[in-house]
Structure formats: C-alpha cells, structure tokens
C-alpha cells in the first residue's frame, strides 16, 4: 500500500471519528436540552400548585374570618335579646306585682 493511500485512510478514519465524536456531542446537547426544559417544566408546575395552594389557603382564611364575624354579630344579637328579655320579665314582675297589691 502506498504512502498515499494509508495517508487517505487515516484521513478518512479521522473523519469518521470526528462526524461520530460531533454527532454524540450533539445528542448529548439535546438531551441536555430536554433535561433542562423538563425541569423547567417540573418548576412552573411546582409553582403553579404552590400559587393555587396558597390562593385556596387565603380564601379559607377569609372564610373563617366572615365566620367568625357572622358567629361574633349573632352572639351580640342574642345577648341583645337576652337583655332585652331580662328588662321586659322585670318590666312584667313589677306590673304583676303592682297589679296583685
């Protein structure tokens, strides 16, 4: 085999290596790449559960303050009407007492 022939195989050998070394570069990169937008992916998805957790957290919160409101209103209401009561039976006790002397 001549000096030009081996010099021609090596060379084709060497691109060979080098188109095979580049295409594993590549693959490489895309599979980087689709690591990268997957967990860019995971995040938005943590992120929007996390802003939907927090929203639903803030609406129960709110809830229990009208709760808590409404229950505080109805216990003024009754104690309102208890001591309205309270006025009226000794408004009565005295009538009837007056009324029987």
């Not at 997957?38 to 996390?50: L, M, Q, R």
């Not at 003024?76 to 009226?88: C, D, P, V």
Request: proline residues 0%; negative net charge.
């Amino acid at each position: 085999m001549s000096e030009e022939t081996k010099t021609q195989q090596l060379e084709t050998q060497a691109t060979e290596q080098v188109n095979q070394a580049t295409e594993q570069v590549e693959q490489a990169g895309e599979q980087s790449k689709e690591q990268v937008e997957e967990a860019a992916e995971n995040v938005s998805k943590a992120a929007t559960e996390a802003k939907d957790n927090a929203a639903d957290k803030v609406d129960d919160a709110k809830k229990s303050v009208e709760d808590a409101k409404k229950e505080s209103k109805d216990e003024a209401a009754t104690t309102e009407k208890k001591s309205f009561l309270k006025k009226l039976v000794a408004k009565f006790k005295s009538f009837t007492s007056g009324v029987s002397k």
